[in-house]
């Protein structure tokens, strides 16, 4: 369902003017709208209270007080995103504020990582016989690509996937000593949760990273957790994610350190292949 927000301003231009009088007043005091009666909303806006009840309707609600109820939702879903605030307001503050929060992520996340769950989780992938990572969204799909990318290169057989239904399909099909990462900042995704379940059911080791207590974190064998608070700036993009790479570094180079001697000879041919036909400068990254 489209948020009423989103429908008046998408709708505004083909108001009529006693319809765009009521939608002026909704725009400019939302408080007022969401506790007004209808009376008082038509006296406000010099209309007849039939005129609001068609202002509602034109909006997809039944009446007027599903108006209100679905207006007072998009009050408080978009209270943050109305008169965005800031930080920072050129580049030298943006550089600031941006590594800043960073080092600040990574400060609280070495105060909050599970060591046990980071050894058992480690011990789980080390000796998968297949690892499969989901996760969905813009920065939880970037994670599971950073675990695809981090333990291919260690001999393992890993695959990545983002999509829902892909995911479900995936994790039927999972066998006995296969492994599962999920990986969400939020914990709230549903369908994670539902193929990590159905992944359970057949056999893998579920390990996860995310939020404690959250649903997906109650689908897990091992979970990681990782519980961070983003701040009211809506401009600025998310912070976690600094949290949630390094937390898959830290299990990949323990999976790393146990997987010693099955992991050098795929780094060797890696990085053979890499000054063959890259470069010749052995000090670079691997493959980054």
Do not use: W
């Not at 080390?126 to 290169?153: I, T």
């Not at 990681?224 to 993009?237: A, N, S």
Request: net charge negative; charged share 25%; aromatic share 6%.
């Amino acid at each position: 369902m489209v948020d009423i927000i989103g429908t008046l301003q998408r709708e505004m231009d083909g108001l009529s003017r006693s319809e765009q009088r009521i939608a002026n007043i909704v725009f400019d005091d939302r408080q007022f709208a969401v506790n007004a009666s209808i009376i008082e909303l038509a006296g406000r806006a010099e209309v007849s209270p039939p005129t609001v009840t068609r202002f509602c309707r034109r909006l997809g609600c039944q009446s007027f007080s599903e108006f209100k109820v679905r207006l007072a939702q998009s009050a408080f879903i978009g209270q943050r995103y109305d008169e965005p605030q800031s930080n920072a307001s050129n580049a030298e503050e943006v550089v600031q504020t941006i590594l800043t929060r960073a080092q600040s992520v990574l400060h609280n996340l070495n105060d909050q990582l599970d060591i046990p769950s980071i050894e058992q989780a480690a011990d789980a992938i080390a000796n998968a016989k297949m690892v499969y990572a989901f996760g969905s969204g813009g920065n939880s799909s970037l994670f599971a690509g950073e675990v695809q990318n981090r333990l291919f290169r260690l001999g393992l057989r890993a695959m990545a996937t983002n999509d829902h239904s892909m995911q479900l399909m995936t994790a039927s099909t999972v066998q006995e000593g296969d492994v599962v990462v999920g990986l969400s900042i939020s914990g709230r995704n549903r369908e994670l949760s539902r193929a990590l379940e159905v992944a359970s059911g057949y056999g893998a080791k579920i390990v996860t990273i995310t939020k404690p207590q959250s649903l997906v974190a109650e689908a897990t064998d091992v979970n990681i957790p990782i519980d961070l608070q983003e701040g009211k700036d809506v401009l600025r993009p998310s912070s976690a994610r600094f949290a949630f790479l390094a937390a898959i570094d830290v299990v990949a180079h323990l999976v790393a350190i146990k997987r010693k001697d099955l992991a050098i000879e795929p780094l060797r041919r890696i990085k053979s292949q890499l000054v063959t036909f890259r470069d010749e400068d052995d000090s670079q990254p691997l493959g980054d």
